[in-house]
């Protein structure tokens, strides 16, 4: 006897109220989380070095009936990071919703890095998640009101890649720090997830993915191509909004099944 189950129900993701801030909102997966983030009603603060990108991305924003702001933030500046967050409140409110995607490659082969390079991909990939979610944190615990955090991580914090030690290290200390931040403030109501995308087109990937090297990645990933964008929309929402409120701790790869590809 066929069991009858109920007609699948909307996703309805209602962010309307809330604060967001992303990080590395420049450009890449930053930019297209802070459109989609006001796509489904949040206020959003675009954050990153380069204002005058940031600047074009308010302006799309607002023209559409957005409340958005850009502020200049240094993630690997801890002043930096409680200003801006102090800033946000006063703007659009106290932050709800915080990306944590700003980061750097550092490519390189390691017998050649030098010392100061490898510590730069650090302070920005590592020290800086940690800055921005301890700011928007206290935040969050001060004003009673709890909140998402959602770092983004990378499948290199699983793998290996030729020339990523210092962005791999960086993203393996980003997954086990996610989980701390999330054994240590649940108790505030805030949960910390992250994502761990795979090779995606951004900035960052330029020119590697029509590369040979790429090619051959490429062929490792069991569902033949690399990620959209969009593909990320999905798992993001997720975890920024209240349809994931009973997850904290959670690492989720969006990669094409890159990490469980046979070696």
């Not at 010392?115 to 302070?123: D, G, M, P, Y």
């Not at 910390?192 to 090297?213: C, H, K, Q």
């Amino acid at each position: 006897m066929a069991v009858k189950t109920a007609p699948d129900a909307p996703m309805n993701i209602d962010l309307s109220g809330r604060t967001a801030i992303v990080t590395g909102a420049s450009s890449g997966i930053g930019a297209h989380f802070a459109l989609t983030l006001a796509e489904h009603g949040a206020h959003v603060a675009l954050c990153a070095r380069r204002v005058d990108r940031l600047e074009a991305l308010r302006d799309e924003l607002r023209g559409r009936g957005v409340k958005a702001e850009a502020v200049a933030l240094d993630v690997a500046d801890a002043g930096s990071c409680k200003n801006v967050v102090a800033s946000i409140a006063g703007t659009l409110g106290t932050p709800t919703i915080l990306l944590n995607n700003a980061g750097i490659d550092g490519a390189r082969m390691a017998i050649k890095q030098e010392l100061a390079e490898f510590e730069k991909v650090i302070a920005v990939n590592l020290t800086g998640v940690f800055a921005m979610a301890q700011a928007c944190a206290q935040a969050m615990k001060d004003d009673g009101i709890g909140g998402s955090i959602v770092n983004t991580a990378s499948i290199l914090g699983f793998r290996q890649s030729p020339t990523l030690s210092a962005y791999a290290a960086s993203k393996a200390a980003v997954v086990q720090l996610t989980k701390q931040l999330a054994l240590e403030w649940a108790r505030y109501g805030i949960r910390v997830n992250a994502l761990a995308p795979g090779y995606f087109p951004t900035e960052i990937t330029e020119g590697l993915l029509d590369s040979p090297l790429g090619q051959d990645m490429l062929n490792r990933i069991p569902m033949q191509r690399f990620g959209n964008l969009p593909d990320l929309d999905g798992p993001m929402l997720l975890l920024a909004s209240d349809l994931g409120a009973y997850m904290t701790g959670a690492v989720i790869p969006v990669d094409g099944g890159h990490l469980v590809s046979s070696l």
